[in-house]
């Protein structure tokens, strides 16, 4: 063997044994999964793309808390990864080719606070789990529509759904963060306390550093009347329909939100062969008050 190869076995060998000395040392008490095993494949069903398999990245790390996240900053910092986080796993920005990704799923609580006023989730919270939470003690947040969704990944790109009329996007009830910087400290962000950071994270995505918590306001909530009817619509016309729909009085008022789609889609419309594409319309009406109200309106 001639002094070249040496020396490249050499450098090969070192690079290795430091990749794996730096696995060792990521010392976390959450879970760490590594390509090649079971855990690393699994941990892609998390994400709702299923475009995300055909990424690859460095390693998945269940955190369990702060301090795990910290951990994780220091170590990608250490050995030059990219790092990204996972929340709810609903967007295809999480799993990042080569990146430390950081899922944050088990951390995942949830306090009601100052006389219910504020509630404070943690970074790995759906959409849903907040929800229904806050529906216990008749409170509300204007989430979105999909309880699977992460609320930090939902706040940080703005939020909107079927409260927004009401009480603005999920972002504009934000009263302050905890967030983990790439530093490697953990600081409180709010209207008073790293001001110009609160302004960036309300709506500028999630690129400022590791979101740990998230305290919103609240509001009184009562059960609300809404649904969604799909209508066959062939024949229709189009034109009348939109109109109509545009036209009902209650759209003016905070307590309604609709949406109407117009579109041939595969449908189990009673008297349509099974799998047989027919137009439809299908219209969701949600009403932030009484049944007897909501129906009478809409
Ligand atoms: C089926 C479906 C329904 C949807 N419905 C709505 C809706 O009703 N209203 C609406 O406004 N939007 C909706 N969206 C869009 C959705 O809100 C965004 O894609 C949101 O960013 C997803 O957040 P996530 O945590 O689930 O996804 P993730 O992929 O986990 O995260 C999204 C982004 O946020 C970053 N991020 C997540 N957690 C953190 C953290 N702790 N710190 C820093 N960065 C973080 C990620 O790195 C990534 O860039 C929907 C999307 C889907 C697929």
Redesign the pocket.
Known sequence: MNRNAICLLLVLFSVFTSKCDATENLDVKGTVYLPGTQGYIDAFSA???SRATTRSPAMFVYVQDESDIITCINYAQRIGLKI????????????VDGAIV?D?SRINYIYIEHDNTTVRVG??C?VGAVTKALQDFGLGIP????E???????S??????YLTRKYG??VDNVVAYR?ATMAGHIITVNSSQNADLFWALRGG????????EITFTTHPQQPVYAGTMIFDASGINYRASVQAWLGIRAMAEQAMERRLCIAPIFTNIPGSAPGSFRPVAIYIIFWDGPADQGQSII
């Open positions: 994400s709702w793309n990204t986080v996972r929340g709810g796993g609903h967007s295809l920005r999480s799993t950081i944050t970074a790995g759906k989430t979105g529509t999909n699977d969704v992460g609320i930090v990944g939902l940080l790109l703005g939020g909107q759904g996007l999920l967030m995505g999630g690129r400022f550093g590791v979101v740990t």
